[in-house]
């Protein structure tokens, strides 16, 4: 908040950010301004965005600005004011873009920020089996017992399809959506077939499509995207589709316990979604890719920063060994290094140019500078 003038706290339902933001203006000096776009007298408050906001000052908060779909434009106002002593902390619950950020509408003037639950850096590292199988979402995390986390789940997955999506803008019967979800669940870790989907739903491609695209902009559902290398190979174009909180993943697939999940079907791409999502949590706005070929060979991510490119596999086994696809990977992509996060407890070398190591010790790492560091 001291870079930019306005700075947009984005992340699911109940990720913490309206507890976060009480938090951190508590130790304001100035005046605290809160708005909340779902309480209904501040919202009528905020349908003249421009006459609500001009005469405040000191810190401004406006919760759950989706409702409003007026306010960037008028904060591009405010901002640019020469005279201007107020600064603003926006919390949405959607996609920048769904939230109303426009591509120029604050172009220079505002800083984004994902909050996407609890993280192992959080909780440390001997409580990384609860997060993954509870998810990092903290009512579910910090539950008293196993039956209530359940509860708050379900009670959760049940009241963001009947009321907070119809809240983001998405007209579309909960039950609809509570099967797209569901069979979601059971595609998660696995490439995008909209064909596939839309005729096990019983609908057309693109309502499919569309569904899928609601719930990643209310930032439940990751699309990861594939990496297109300059080779010969022909190489998958779909993107791979994961539930961004395990704990959800879990519920919708009837999932109630660490032994249930440990002996379930899914666990695999379970452990390689909640990887997968804690990485990106600490990688920030670096993009990551996954790497597929049609003849097989796959890397589950492909990220570069500071020059380097690096490869994650992720194995839910005792002891990783080199495979044909870690071959082709090094030499297709020409990856400095490739790491294989295994729930293991010693760290060791595959190969030259691979190495296993705990997840324990991968995720609790905070920043992209200290994961390429592990690769050395």
């Known amino acids: 908040m001291a870079r930019a003038p306005v700075v947009l706290l984005v992340g699911p339902r109940q990720a913490g950010k309206t507890t976060l933001a009480r938090h951190a203006m508590g130790f304001d000096q100035g005046p605290v301004h809160f708005l909340d776009a779902e309480n209904p007298r501040d919202l009528s408050r905020l349908s003249d965005p421009l006459l609500a906001l001009e005469s405040l000052r000191g810190t401004v908060v406006v919760d759950e600005a989706q409702h409003v779909p007026d306010l960037f434009p008028v904060l591009r106002v405010l901002a640019d004011r020469p005279e201007s002593q107020a600064r603003f902390l926006i919390l949405g619950s959607a996609s920048p873009t ?65 009321r907070d999506l119809a809240g983001l803008g998405f007209r579309m019967p909960a039950t609809t959506m509570r099967r797209v979800w569901t069979m979601l669940a059971h595609y998660h870790g696995q490439l995008w077939n909209g064909a596939e989907l839309a005729r096990a739903l019983g609908v057309s491609e693109p309502s499919v499509r569309r569904y899928l695209d609601a719930l990643t902009d209310a930032l439940v559902v990751r699309q990861l995207q594939p990496w297109f290398a300059n080779i010969s190979k022909r190489q998958v174009r779909s993107p791979k589709i994961y539930l961004r909180d395990s704990g959800t993943l879990h519920s919708l697939l009837g999932i109630g316990d660490q032994e249930s999940l440990l002996s379930h079907p899914t666990v695999g791409a379970s452990y390689e979604g909640f990887i997968i999502e804690q990485l990106a949590q600490i990688c920030g706005r670096i993009p990551m890719y996954f790497w597929r070929t049609q003849q097989g060979a796959e890397l589950d991510l492909y990220l570069q920063h500071g020059g380097a490119r690096l490869g994650i596999e992720v194995k839910r086994s005792s002891a990783p060994k080199l495979t044909p696809s870690m071959r082709h990977a090094l030499s297709d992509l020409h990856l400095d290094h490739l790491l294989v996060c295994y729930p293991g407890p010693v760290r060791y070398p595959v190969s030259p140019d691979v190495t296993a190591i705990p997840d324990a010790d991968l995720l609790r790492v905070t920043g992209a500078d200290e994961l390429l560091a592990l690769a050395g």
């Open 98 to 162: 769904l939230v109303g950020l426009g591509a120029e509408s604050l172009a220079g003037r505002v800083e984004i920020i994902e909050l996407d639950g609890l993280r192992v850096a959080d909780v440390g590292t001997g409580e990384l089996d609860r997060l993954w199988v509870r998810g990092g979402l903290p009512p579910a995390y910090t539950a008293r017992s196993e039956p209530d986390s359940i509860a708050w789940r379900d009670n959760y997955v049940a009241t963001f399809l009947e």
